[in-house]
Structure formats: C-alpha cells, structure tokens
C-alpha cells in the first residue's frame, strides 16, 4: 500500500484546512487508515481514525469537535478537514493504514506540513 499526503500549508488561528491521503497499491476494504502529526521536538502523536469499510470514526481528545476524518471509496483517499485551528495544531501531519487484524500501522504517507500561526 502507497501512501500519498497533501493539502498542508499555512493558515491563522481559527481558520481552516483539509489533507487528502491518497490510497494506491491495493483496495483497502478492510483495513483503517488514521492520521497522526508531529510537532517540532515532540513525539508523534494520533489524531484520529476511521474503519475504511464501515466509516466509524475515532479522534484524540485534542481534536475531537474540529476536525472531521472522512474517506471517498471511489477514490480511495482519504481526508482530514480541520476546522478552528489553533497554533498548537502546528505540526507535521502524516497519513498511516493497517489491516483491521493488526495493531500496528504498516504503510505510512510522506507527511505534509501544517502551519498555524497566531
């Protein structure tokens, strides 16, 4: 499975932006795809996820009520809309996926930067 994320950029406080995650490789029917994101010196951190067959959704607490995961079977991609960013969003944001029988993510995207300013 490839992953292709993008979408990133800069925006103020309040403001909004949504990533894609293209999916290509395989159909990926029963796997979950996620996002995470990196700030400068921290760890990386999830954001959220969502069950690629059924659409459940999941998010960390940081982010849940902003920012919505959502995916387009027909074109096997993935988004992440955010919505009243705050500078603390600023990170790297990355795109990940995993069979639906494994724990950890297998395939991850190249990251696309997002930017929040104040």
């Known amino acids: 499975v490839q992953l292709q994320a993008s979408g990133g950029g800069l925006v103020q406080a309040g403001g909004s932006l949504r990533l894609s995650c293209a999916v290509s490789?395989?159909?990926?029917?029963?796997?979950?795809m996620a996002w995470f994101r990196q700030a400068p010196g921290k760890e990386r951190d999830f954001v959220g996820s969502?069950?690629?067959?059924?659409?459940?959704?999941y998010y960390a607490g940081s982010v849940k009520g902003r920012f919505t995961i959502s995916r387009d079977n027909s074109k096997n991609t993935m988004y992440l809309q955010m919505n009243s960013l705050k500078p603390e969003d600023t990170a790297v944001y990355y795109c990940?996926?995993?069979?639906?029988?494994?724990?950890?993510?297998?395939?991850w995207g190249q990251g696309t930067q997002v930017t929040v300013s104040s």
């Open positions: 969502i069950i690629w067959s059924g659409g459940s959704t």
């Open positions: 490789g395989r159909t990926i029917s029963d796997y979950v």
């Open positions: 990940a996926t995993r069979r639906s029988t494994v724990f950890e993510y297998e395939s």
